[in-house]
């Protein structure tokens, strides 16, 4: 996004994208409570933006740590201890439906891991020095996976407790559960799922808000 920008508090259909995720999660009839792992010193703005806009479920604060891993478990130390599934959420996917949540806790309270994902559609390349076609991937086996990536709390502590054994960096929770074996569920969704990562990705999310606004309305 360029320097000195925080994606999170950059304004689509109206308020920050920050604010449009987290209100899916407080209008999700599944989500009991919110924990929000956010940078140190950031605390008060997230404060400031659940009064303002209303996102009034219960939430804890908790400050991350230096790599994704470390901020997920410091959220998982801060879940209310009869936890038994979470619910892992990039904060940078404000179009994430009721839906899709509902069902990856459903899967994941019945084998332990469930992901939204999508297949792949294009044709995938790999390249080894990242100027020259390697070879062609067999898109038929290929998924995308998006969040909410949604575990039995068990099980992810487990995951990421042999994640910090070994010394790994993984930036994708589920690569924890292959580490100790856990099957991953697949939950594909029937609605776009983007996540804000490039400027280019903002017109494209505003439209999908707004034009879910309106569905909602009629």
Request: aromatic share 4%; charged share 25%; glycine share 6%.
């Amino acid at each position: 996004m360029g320097p000195n920008r925080d994606k999170l508090f950059l304004e689509v259909a109206g308020r920050p994208v920050i604010a449009h995720t987290w209100q899916r999660f407080v209008q999700a009839r599944d989500i009991d409570e919110i924990v929000v792992v956010v940078r140190e010193g950031m605390r008060p703005a997230f404060q400031e933006l659940a009064a303002q806009y209303g996102l009034n479920k219960p939430f804890r604060l908790v400050v991350g740590g230096a790599e994704r891993q470390d901020s997920v478990w410091n959220g998982l130390e801060a879940l209310t201890p009869a936890t038994e599934i979470v619910a892992i959420q990039d904060a940078a996917r404000p179009c994430t439906s009721a839906a899709i949540i509902s069902a990856t806790i459903a899967a994941a309270r019945e084998i332990g891991a469930a992901v939204a994902a999508q297949p792949v559609t294009d044709t995938i390349k790999e390249s080894s020095d990242g100027k020259l076609i390697t070879r062609t991937l067999d898109r038929t086996r290929l998924w995308a996976v998006q969040t909410p990536q949604t575990f039995r709390v068990d099980v992810i502590r487990r995951a990421l407790a042999m994640v910090r054994q070994k010394g790994l960096v993984v930036t994708d929770d589920t690569a924890a559960c292959e580490l100790i074996g856990q099957p991953v569920k697949l939950v594909a969704g029937t609605t776009p799922n983007p996540k804000v990562t490039v400027p280019a990705d903002l017109p494209y999310v505003e439209l999908m808000l707004k034009s879910g606004a309106r569905a909602s309305k009629s």
